[in-house]
């Protein structure tokens, strides 16, 4: 068993499971593990049976590799670039506060801006307006 290096095929041949010499009736699965390497992102194809995916896991893990966690593009986005929401100029009271135009509340500064914190009566929901400043 080669056991020096995290290839691909040495972790497809990860532990000597205890194969039963009869097949199993199901068809053996072909997973594909996404996992860094020694900081490289590797896909890694392993054919086997369920039951053998926390031995392969724990064989990645021998081996240094640590699971990829998908570093998504859902993040929000950076320097307060604004969501998607409408900016409306607020309106202003007596001293000069920013307030919604729609709830005349004083406008709170928030992540992204000044906002309104009322709250609908009939929704529910917060105020979704944005503002400009
Ligand atoms: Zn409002």
Same mark, same amino acid.
């Given at each position: ?12 041949? +990860?532990?000597? $499971? ?5 097949? @199993?009736?199901?068809? #053996?699965? =072909?997973? &594909? ?23 392969? +896991?724990?064989? $990645? ?5 640590? @699971?990829?966690?998908? #570093?998504? =593009?859902? &993040? ?58």
């Amino acid at each position: 068993m080669t056991t020096t290096m995290p290839s691909r095929a040495a972790i497809d041949r +990860a532990e000597p $499971l205890d194969f039963p010499d009869r097949r @199993p009736k199901a068809e #053996p699965l =072909t997973i &594909t593990v996404h996992a860094v390497v020694a900081g490289f992102a590797t896909e890694l194809c392993f054919t086997g049976s369920i039951d053998q995916l926390p031995a392969l +896991a724990a064989r $990645l893990v021998a081996l240094g590799a640590t @699971p990829t966690s998908k #570093p998504a =593009t859902h &993040t929000a986005p950076l320097n307060g670039s604004k969501p998607k929401a409408e900016r409306v100029t607020p309106a202003y009271d007596g001293d000069g506060q920013p307030i919604c135009p729609t709830h005349k509340k004083a406008l709170k500064e928030g992540k992204w801006g000044l906002y309104c914190s009322a709250k609908d009566r009939d929704t529910d929901e917060y105020c979704r307006l944005k503002f400009a400043e």
